[in-house]
């Protein structure tokens, strides 16, 4: 893959070295109206940093004014601190109700607090996922309701929606902050929109030079073959924040992708050490093993990823595989068989499942299997 019409890690190693860590004073204001738009001018040029700190202060100041509280809860919810951030939307909502008398509609704010509320307690997620569109809908100049709706969408895994959504966001609100950056990025990733993500990793970590967002641009340079700049910020990374297991991980994920397989195993290693029961590095690891063939040791690996990831049928699967390979069918088989419980539906699964089942004389298991593999999606 080749990077089209982008200027790669011009200047990236120097943006990185060094990690802002902004406290603005709050510019002297007349009203809360005018701190909501000064504040809203700040984040809609990018620099959500300064944006977060003149909410703390404004919020404060100005506590009946629930548009500045929408858009701290909404900041904080945007890094993914899904505990700090639900007491600031019940706020919202506890102060909506308090001054409601009568049968009231919802405010634009208390709507998008409850329908966040409930997709992330996972009460009612759809429900609250259908509020914050037809909030965006009534409200298309917002950026507030879309930026929360794009948020939504990567919590659901409505990956296609919430790179909609971000675009919009961006078309009316550029250029945007770093975090709206960020997530969009993540969700390009997964649709493989990689020239696109490229262009928003590379202005994520220029308006916000962190681990985080030098990580994410790794793990895409990565993906364009850029094994020697990614491998660099890599580095970086983890000589900047080396307690975090993820970013070891990610390390070895890209030392894996280059063929640099030792150094992989050490990063997983280290990623390991920091937290035992981490799944992701165990499995990786495990991969590595099986491909070199080393099918009792790679088990062993999987067998730790299945433990501390019991719902992963893909985990599961691949534990069937390495036993399968060395020669222990009847565990195989049971391995296969609690992958097809927890989803995976596929026809390599099913073949192994029909192969094994015909191996093991089970005649009755495997003509359902045989059955289950032609009506399988590949």
């Known amino acids: 893959m080749k990077i089209q019409n982008v200027s790669i890690l011009c200047s990236v190693a120097v943006i990185i070295t060094t990690i802002n860590v902004c406290s603005p004073v709050a510019a002297k204001t007349t009203s809360d109206v005018v701190a909501y738009k000064n504040t809203l001018s700040v984040w809609k040029n990018g620099n959500q940093r300064k944006a977060e700190a003149l909410l703390d202060e404004y919020a404060r100041k100005y506590p009946a004014n629930q548009k500045i509280a929408l858009f701290q809860a909404v900041c904080v919810r945007s890094r993914f601190n899904v505990d700090a951030a639900a007491p600031l939307f019940i706020e919202v909502l506890s102060r909506e109700k308090a001054r409601q008398k009568g049968a009231v509609k919802y405010s634009l704010q208390a709507q998008c ?9 996972r009460r009612s997620p759809e429900t609250g996922f259908k509020v914050l569109n037809d909030v965006v809908q009534q409200n298309p100049s917002d950026p507030i309701p879309i930026w929360l709706l794009a948020i939504a969408c990567r919590t659901l895994k409505h990956n296609q929606e919430g790179v909609t959504a ?39 970590v220029r308006l916000e030079p962190a681990p985080w967002s030098a990580d994410g641009l790794a793990l895409t340079l990565a993906k364009f073959k850029r094994y020697d ?13 080396p307690s975090v297991p993820n970013y070891w991980n990610n390390f070895g994920t890209t030392l894996n992708a280059s063929g640099r397989k030792a150094e992989a195993i050490a990063a997983y290693e280290r990623a390991i050490e920091i937290r035992p029961n981490y799944a992701s590095p165990w499995y990786n690891w495990g991969l590595i093993l099986h491909e070199q063939k080393k099918y009792v040791e790679a088990a062993e690996k999987f067998s730790h990823a299945v433990e501390f990831a019991a719902g992963n049928s893909h985990y599961w699967v691949w534990w069937g595989n390495s036993l399968h390979d060395a020669g222990n069918s009847k565990e195989a088989y049971e391995k296969y ?9 596929d026809k390599l699964t099913y073949n192994m499942l029909y192969i094994l089942a015909k191996d093991l004389g089970l005649t009755e298991e495997e003509a359902i299997y045989a059955e289950k593999w032609r009506a399988a999606k590949p």
């Open 113 to 121: 607090a409850l329908a966040m509320l409930a997709i992330d307690s």
């Open 337 to 345: 068989q609690q992958a097809e419980s927890l989803g995976a539906n």
């Open 166 to 204: 971000y675009r919009k966001l961006l078309k009316i609100a550029p250029p945007g902050s770093s975090m709206v950056h960020q997530t969009f990025a993540n969700m390009l990733d997964e649709l493989d929109l990689d020239e696109e993500s490229l262009k928003s990793r590379m202005i994520a």
């Open 229 to 241: 700049d990614a491998i660099g910020l890599h580095q970086k990374v983890v000589g900047m924040a």
